[in-house]
């Protein structure tokens, strides 16, 4: 779905993400920015708190083609790079809100 709001264009994006297999993300393509919504983090749902791998290489394969600069955690800590956020997942990381790199 996309919502143009103006001089702001969202992309909403539906995933199976390594976190829920629900997330909705934000993609402001004009910003170069992509809010994770309820994307990014280890699995505490379906894999007692681990990542899946399988859900966590489709997740940054995803990110990768996507043109963004800016990742914005859906609901904690702050915005990371695209290089930080995509170094985190490929190590099996979570970004904890100290691991700002703007
Ligand atoms: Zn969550």
Redesign the pocket.
């Known amino acids: 779905m996309i919502l143009n709001l103006g001089d702001v264009t969202a992309r909403l994006i539906h995933l199976d993400s390594p976190?829920?297999r629900d997330a909705v993300l934000i993609y402001l393509p004009e910003d170069k920015a992509l809010i994770g919504g309820?994307a990014h983090?280890v699995d505490y749902y379906d894999n007692h708190g681990k990542f899946n791998i399988n859900r966590l290489k489709s997740f940054a394969s995803f990110l990768q083609s996507l043109n963004f600069e800016y990742y914005l955690k859906?609901?904690d800590g702050a915005a990371v790079k695209k290089e930080v956020l995509l170094s985190a997942l490929i190590n099996g990381e979570t970004l904890p809100g100290s691991l700002t790199m703007m």
């Open positions: 976190h829920t309820d983090d859906g609901h």
